[in-house]
Antibody, heavy 120, light 108 residues
Framework: QVQLVESGGGLVKPGGSLRLSCAASGFSLSDYYMSWIRQVSGKGLEWVSYSSSSGSAIYYADSVKGRFTISRDNAKNSLTLQMNSLRAEDTAVYYC?????????????WGQGTMVAVSS | EIVMTQSPATLSVSPGERATLSCRASQSVSNDLAWYQQKPGQSPRLLIYGASTRATGLPARFSGSGSGTEFTLTITSLQSEDFAVYYCQQYNDWPPRFTFGQGTKLEI
């Protein structure tokens, strides 16, 4: 069935790095725009990054610009978020999400999320 | 950045009743507005996009309306599985700066 599965979260010290992966199944990643979205425990949702279907257009929230890098391997049906210079305020559950074809910017498929904790 | 404000923060209703949730944008987002439902321990689920288009398989008791800066999600004949947190999100801002409301908790 159509699903997204994130991995790579964990505990890291401030200033450290993590690489999150998102494996897509049941559909071809190359047909869809994709995003990473995060949620602080018990709080709201924050959009983090966005990649066009080919990966040629990439955007970031101001809060992560210059520190995070989104990339994709359409041949492997995989989306990645490289997170560098991590801060305590980056602690959150990170979701990868698929944009609908009818409304690029609305997210119709979400992964289960992977937890990132930044603490010394 | 477009700020999305939801009201009320918490809405207490009974099963079988009607719930009306509001979302306001700090500037016009046309009809580029989505609604999501999130239950504890789960990922968000898309309900509505384009302000009023139901996602595939969504029961007809869910409906969205509005345009510009004022939006409403209405749930009629509330069922036990509808009690959750609901978020609105705009996707009009371009280059993308998608923003979510802070959520409305629908409780019994």
């Amino acid at each position: 069935q159509v699903q997204l599965v994130e991995s790579g979260g964990g505990l890291v010290k401030p200033g450290g790095s993590l690489r999150l992966s998102c494996a897509a199944s049941g559909f071809s990643l190359s047909d869809y725009y994709m995003s990473w979205i995060r949620q602080v425990s018990g709080k709201g949702l924050e959009w983090v990054s966005y990649s066009s279907s080919s990966g040629s257009a990439i955007y970031y929230a101001d809060s992560v610009k210059g520190r995070f890098t989104i990339s994709r391997d359409n041949a492997k049906n995989s989306l990645t978020l490289q997170m560098n210079s991590l801060r305590a305020e980056d602690t959150a559950v990170y979701y990868c999400a698929r944009c609908t074809n009818n409304a690029i910017g609305a997210f119709d498929i979400w992964g289960q999320g992977t937890m990132v904790a930044v603490s010394s | 950045e477009i700020v999305m404000t939801q009201s009320p923060a918490t809405l207490s209703v009974s099963p079988g009743e009607r719930a009306t949730l509001s979302c306001r944008a700090s500037q016009s987002v046309s009809n580029d507005l989505a609604w999501y439902q999130q239950k504890p321990g789960q990922s968000p689920r898309l309900l509505i996009y384009g302000a009023s288009t139901r996602a595939t398989g969504l029961p007809a008791r869910f409906s969205g309306s509005g345009s510009g800066t004022e939006f409403t999600l209405t749930i009629t004949s509330l069922q036990s599985e509808d009690f959750a947190v609901y978020y609105c999100q705009q996707y009009n801002d371009w280059p993308p700066r998608f923003t979510f409301g802070q959520g409305t908790k629908l409780e019994i």
